[in-house]
């Protein structure tokens, strides 16, 4: 072999290497087990493979291997999921161009060695390819939920190059075809206009020659053609000594001869001459172009590898969303497996409407399955689809399973499946089947997975069974988890002899002699031989006489079998019921749910609506109030009576236009009549009381209540738990705190009044929602009025600032705050909010 192909040879399987840096690593290739091939797991990744963008992303998907490191496995898995939710995503995903650059990649070591333009203009798509899909993985407009979930492709969108600026280099000199172009420098432009000039002239004086031609010489329908790099034209062959010159090629027939004219030497001459100079140049400029990325090298490797990776996992998040691919967790060592909805990953590429879905379970003090039934009944495929399952989860594919499922991870396969005989070996069928169980035994762990089709099989049925129990009873006792079909009765009772086996049966329509594939766990199968010759037309009299020579026990079990299998299926049946109408019962349930969830939502809604519109009339009916009460003050003692009964009629009006506001309104009626009892002076006392005032009234021997509202001429007092009207003249004001802690305790809220509320300096809003500051807010400014504090503090907290803009805002349209600021340092700073208070409010 040309050693320079052995040195690029290597290089490439350098790169190779390098390509698979972005991959978890697997087992080699070269280990592919006997049991892998047997099982067709090469046909599974091909299936896999056919969802990949590009022939590099198929070829990585069909290079993978069942890992068992389970760290590495769940980071693989993680980062499908990470695609699958790409693919899923607005817009969804769609891989950009991956060319084949790994033999020029491998050239870029060796200094001076030059692209293609093709190879070039490989690279620009390749650097296209790279700078768009990193700006779509790091994409800072997904959101938070988006990103979380794109997290394991991160090292990916990392390792891909960003370079605009070769891009734009490189395709200034080279075309979409991988041409060089002509503005690539002015040399290049300067002999390309010159050689076309050349060809132009030269093709011209070749078509005047062939004019010349005579009839007899001349070739019908001809035109200057060109032959081994010379521009020439046909000739017929008796009129070549005539047009003399080189000839360069003839017909097929030998009757017509491609000739350059003497004329015409020259000509060609000066285009070969111009033709090398050109190649020069546009080898010089390949080179200067192959210079620019031969720094970025390794960045190219990298980027190349990366691209290939997502390529693989957008591959098999693809196959996962075609048939239903749950992400299975994986079960701890001598936990046992759970199979949920699992299904064969080759007969589901095919058809996958009539693939019928199995589940199966296995705790961990069950190792090894034996199970049993009739010919095409499915054993086959269920040993097949368990162990693909598990070497596609390993291999970091999601398998087609539920997802509740947990899968068995396996250190080696083992499969004896199917007639390995062999004539050249001198091997006859249980020959094959020994030298396949011997390596079992030899190599298999207690962490291996052994399958073993028709155990017992090739051989005489008694010695078979022996051999086979043998066999099964050491596996079991390893710990090795071992899946086994037989139709020898014997076998069948292994599970009552020996820990660890159970049986399990594919159920049988013993109506219409036809499979379910429906897999039962802890029964046997029953092998349906005598009912399926009955079937096809047996004479009766053969048939009653195979029947006699069954032993009665066989019959007795047989009998019981068939029993076991007529209760499975009524109780399958009535859990089928059972689970329709619990289902049924959580839809309702969740219905329920759902609308008690949507009333209370509606409900706040409308309490948060009415509270709104409350307090709007509240500050609308103030507003009014206030103005009367300004009236009320400015117009004096004479038009009292009318502006006081003018302030009624208008908190009535705005009382009537909002119920909800209706107590806050006749608050403030109270206190427009408090301010119009103080302005006229129907008494001296009258002068000094307002609502809230402590009082003696006299009438009742001195007794001390407190003031809440005024009736005319009269005033309602509480005193201790009773509520009573007095004259006005009846009652004088006193020191407050003649009142009892216990008389004030027993208020009793009438209607329209309001408990007794203690005024506080500063009100606390952390923790509430924007929505529920407002109420807090008002209360907090209403109570401070009421009680003339000056100043008030709002603790809002600094957090996201949203309580503190709302804060804000509310006190910006408060015509009672004067003034408000943010808190100093050792008040709490940002934190709170400090309000003055109007003294006119």
Same mark, same amino acid.
């Given at each position: 072999?040309?050693?320079?192909?052995?040195?690029?040879?290597?290089?490439?399987?350098?790169?190779?290497?390098?390509?698979?840096?972005?991959?978890?690593?697997?087992?080699?290739?070269?280990?592919?087990?006997?049991?892998?091939?047997?099982?067709?797991?090469?046909?599974?990744?091909?299936?896999?493979?056919?969802?990949?963008?590009?022939?590099?992303?198929?070829?990585?998907?069909?290079?993978?291997?069942?890992?068992?490191?389970?760290?590495?496995?769940?980071?693989?898995?993680?980062?499908?999921?990470?695609?699958?939710?790409?693919?899923?995503?607005?817009?969804?995903?769609?891989?950009?161009?991956?060319?084949?650059?790994?033999?020029?990649?491998?050239?870029?070591?060796?200094?001076?060695?030059?692209?293609?333009?093709?190879?070039?203009?490989?690279?620009?798509?390749?650097?296209?390819?790279?700078?768009?899909?990193?700006?779509?993985?790091?994409?800072?407009?997904?959101?938070?939920?988006?990103?979380?979930?794109?997290?394991?492709?991160?090292?990916?969108?990392?390792?891909?190059?960003?370079?605009?600026?070769?891009?734009?280099?490189?395709?200034?000199?080279?075309?979409?075809?991988?041409?060089?172009?002509?503005?690539?420098?002015?040399?290049?432009?300067?002999?390309?206009?010159?050689?076309?000039?050349?060809?132009?002239?030269?093709?011209?004086?070749?078509?005047?020659?062939?004019?010349?031609?005579?009839?007899?010489?001349?070739?019908?329908?001809?035109?200057?053609?060109?032959?081994?790099?010379?521009?020439?034209?046909?000739?017929?062959?008796?009129?070549?000594?005539?047009?003399?010159?080189?000839?360069?090629?003839?017909?097929?027939?030998?009757?017509?001869?491609?000739?350059?004219?003497?004329?015409?030497?020259?000509?060609?001459?000066?285009?070969?001459?111009?033709?090398?100079?050109?190649?020069?140049?546009?080898?010089?400029?390949?080179?200067?172009?192959?210079?620019?990325?031969?720094?970025?090298?390794?960045?190219?490797?990298?980027?190349?590898?990366?691209?290939?990776?997502?390529?693989?996992?957008?591959?098999?998040?693809?196959?996962?969303?075609?048939?239903?691919?749950?992400?299975?967790?994986?079960?701890?060592?001598?936990?046992?497996?759970?199979?949920?909805?699992?299904?064969?990953?080759?007969?589901?590429?095919?058809?996958?409407?009539?693939?019928?879905?199995?589940?199966?379970?296995?705790?961990?003090?069950?190792?090894?399955?034996?199970?049993?039934?009739?010919?095409?009944?499915?054993?086959?495929?269920?040993?097949?689809?368990?162990?693909?399952?598990?070497?596609?989860?390993?291999?970091?594919?999601?398998?087609?399973?539920?997802?509740?499922?947990?899968?068995?991870?396996?250190?080696?396969?083992?499969?004896?499946?199917?007639?390995?005989?062999?004539?050249?070996?001198?091997?006859?069928?249980?020959?094959?089947?020994?030298?396949?169980?011997?390596?079992?035994?030899?190599?298999?762990?207690?962490?291996?997975?052994?399958?073993?089709?028709?155990?017992?099989?090739?051989?005489?049925?008694?010695?078979?069974?022996?051999?086979?129990?043998?066999?099964?009873?050491?596996?079991?006792?390893?710990?090795?988890?071992?899946?086994?079909?037989?139709?020898?009765?014997?076998?069948?009772?292994?599970?009552?002899?020996?820990?660890?086996?159970?049986?399990?049966?594919?159920?049988?329509?013993?109506?219409?002699?036809?499979?379910?594939?429906?897999?039962?766990?802890?029964?046997?199968?029953?092998?349906?031989?005598?009912?399926?010759?009955?079937?096809?037309?047996?004479?009766?009299?053969?048939?009653?006489?195979?029947?006699?020579?069954?032993?009665?026990?066989?019959?007795?079990?047989?009998?019981?079998?068939?029993?076991?299998?007529?209760?499975?299926?009524?109780?399958?049946?009535?859990?089928?019921? *059972? $689970? @329709? %109408?619990?289902?049924?019962?959580?839809? !309702? /349930?969740?219905?329920?749910? &759902? +609308? =008690?969830?949507? #009333?209370?939502?509606?409900?706040?809604?409308?309490?948060?609506?009415?509270?709104?519109?409350?307090?709007?009339?509240?500050?609308?009916?103030?507003?009014?109030?206030?103005?009367?009460?300004?009236?009320?003050?400015?117009?004096?003692?004479?038009?009292?009576?009318?502006?006081?009964?003018?302030?009624?009629? *208008? $908190? @009535? %009006?705005?009382?009537?236009?909002?119920? !909800? /506001?209706?107590?806050?309104? &006749? +608050? =403030?009626?109270? #206190?427009?009549?408090?301010?119009?009892?103080?302005?006229?002076?129907?008494?001296?006392?009258?002068?000094?009381?307002?609502?809230?005032?402590?009082?003696?009234?006299?009438?009742?021997?001195?007794?001390?209540?407190?003031?809440?509202?005024?009736?005319?001429?009269?005033?309602?007092?509480?005193?201790?738990?009773?509520?009573?009207?007095?004259?006005?003249?009846?009652?004088?004001?006193?020191?407050?705190?003649?009142?009892?802690?216990?008389?004030?305790?027993?208020?009793?809220?009438?209607?329209?009044?309001?408990?007794?509320?203690?005024?506080?300096?500063?009100?606390?809003?952390?923790?509430?929602?924007?929505?529920?500051?407002?109420?807090?807010?008002?209360?907090?400014?209403?109570?401070?009025?009421?009680?003339?504090?000056?100043?008030?503090?709002?603790?809002?907290?600094?957090?996201?600032?949203?309580?503190?803009?709302?804060?804000?805002?509310?006190?910006?349209?408060?015509?009672?705050?004067?003034?408000?600021?943010?808190?100093?340092?050792?008040?709490?700073?940002?934190?709170?909010?400090?309000?003055?208070?109007?003294?006119?409010?």
């Amino acid at each position: 072999m040309n050693p320079l192909v052995e040195v690029e040879q290597a290089r490439l399987s350098d790169f190779d290497r390098e390509v698979g840096l972005f991959h978890s690593q697997v087992v080699p290739p070269a280990a592919r087990s006997h049991a892998l091939v047997v099982l067709e797991f090469a046909r599974a990744l091909d299936i896999v493979a056919g969802f990949a963008s590009s022939e590099a992303g198929a070829a990585r998907i069909r290079m993978l291997e069942p890992m068992t490191d389970a760290a590495e496995i769940i980071a693989e898995h993680a980062r499908v999921e990470a695609a699958r939710a790409l693919v899923r995503s607005e817009g969804g995903w769609t891989m950009e161009p991956i060319p084949d650059l790994a033999a020029a990649l491998a050239r870029l070591r060796v200094t001076g060695s030059s692209w293609t333009g093709l190879e070039l203009r490989a690279a620009v798509t390749l650097l296209v390819s790279s700078r768009k899909t990193r700006d779509a993985l790091l994409n800072t407009k997904r959101d938070d939920k988006e990103k979380s979930a794109l997290l394991p492709l991160e090292i990916i969108a990392f390792a891909l190059v960003s370079d605009l600026t070769t891009e734009r280099e490189i395709d200034k000199v080279i075309t979409d075809e991988g041409v060089v172009r002509d503005d690539a420098s002015p040399a290049l432009r300067k002999l390309r206009k010159e050689l076309r000039g050349a060809e132009s002239d030269l093709v011209r004086l070749l078509e005047r020659l062939m004019a010349k031609l005579e009839t007899n010489h001349r070739v019908d329908d001809a035109s200057v053609t060109m032959r081994n790099g010379r521009y020439v034209i046909p000739v017929r062959r008796e009129g070549r000594s005539t047009v003399g010159g080189i000839v360069h090629d003839t017909s097929h027939s030998g009757s017509t001869v491609f000739v350059e004219p003497p004329a015409a030497v020259e000509a060609g001459n000066r285009i070969r001459e111009l033709e090398s100079e050109e190649l020069r140049e546009t080898e010089r400029i390949l080179l200067e172009a192959t210079e620019r990325l031969r720094p970025r090298r390794d960045e190219l490797l990298a980027t190349l590898a990366a691209l290939v990776t997502l390529d693989s996992l957008t591959a098999r998040a693809r196959y996962a969303l075609a048939f239903s691919c749950s992400p299975a967790m994986l079960s701890a060592p001598g936990e046992g497996f759970s199979i949920i909805n699992g299904r064969h990953p080759l007969l589901l590429a095919r058809d996958r409407e009539s693939v019928v879905p199995f589940d199966l379970f296995m705790d961990g003090a069950e190792r090894t399955l034996l199970v049993s039934g009739p010919n095409t009944g499915g054993k086959t495929v269920l040993l097949k689809a368990l162990a693909l399952i598990s070497l596609l989860v390993q291999a970091g594919i999601p398998a087609p399973v539920g997802p509740e499922s947990r899968v068995a991870l396996f250190d080696q396969f083992f499969a004896d499946i199917g007639d390995e005989q062999s004539i050249e070996a001198s091997l006859s069928t249980f020959s094959a089947h020994l030298r396949n169980l011997t390596e079992i035994i030899h190599r298999a762990t207690d962490l291996s997975l052994v399958l073993i089709d028709e155990l017992g099989s090739g051989t005489d049925p008694v010695e078979g069974a022996a051999l086979g129990g043998a066999i099964l009873e050491t596996l079991t006792r390893r710990g090795t988890t071992t899946i086994a079909t037989t139709h020898l009765g014997a076998l069948k009772e292994l599970a009552q002899e020996v820990p660890g086996v159970v049986n399990a049966s594919l159920q049988f329509d013993a109506v219409a002699l036809a499979p379910t594939y429906t897999l039962v766990k802890g029964i046997p199968g029953r092998s349906y031989g005598l009912s399926i010759a009955r079937r096809l037309a047996m004479p009766e009299e053969v048939l009653e006489r195979a029947e006699a020579r069954v032993p009665q026990g066989e019959r007795n079990v047989a009998a019981l079998l068939e029993d076991l299998e007529r209760r499975q299926k009524s109780l399958s049946t009535m859990e089928s019921i *059972v $689970a @329709e %109408r619990d289902e049924q019962t959580q839809a !309702l /349930a969740s219905q329920l749910a &759902e +609308r =008690e969830f949507a #009333l209370k939502e509606r409900e706040r809604e409308v309490e948060r609506a009415a509270r709104q519109d409350a307090r709007r009339y509240v500050l609308d009916a103030r507003q009014e109030i206030e103005q009367t009460i300004r009236d009320l003050k400015a117009a004096g003692a004479d038009q009292i009576a009318t502006a006081g009964a003018e302030a009624r009629r *208008v $908190a @009535e %009006r705005r009382a009537a236009d909002e119920g !909800l /506001a209706l107590e806050r309104i &006749e +608050r =403030e009626r109270q #206190l427009a009549r408090g301010v119009a009892a103080r302005v006229g002076g129907n008494s001296a006392e009258a002068g000094a009381i307002e609502i809230g005032t402590t009082v003696e009234v006299s009438t009742l021997g001195g007794k001390v209540g407190q003031v809440v509202e005024f009736r005319g001429n009269d005033v309602t007092v509480v005193i201790g738990a009773l509520k009573l009207t007095v004259p006005m003249t009846s009652v004088r004001r006193v020191a407050k705190r003649r009142l009892a802690a216990s008389e004030r305790a027993e208020m009793v809220p009438m209607m329209g009044d309001q408990p007794e509320l203690e005024v506080k300096r500063e009100v606390d809003v952390r923790g509430m929602r924007v929505s529920e500051v407002d109420d807090a807010v008002q209360q907090a400014v209403d109570l401070a009025v009421r009680g003339d504090l000056p100043v008030l503090m709002i603790i809002h907290g600094k957090g996201t600032g949203a309580l503190r803009e709302r804060v804000t805002a509310l006190l910006k349209s408060d015509k009672r705050v004067r003034d408000f600021r943010l808190g100093l340092w050792n008040e709490g700073g940002a934190g709170v909010t400090i309000v003055t208070l109007s003294e006119t409010a």
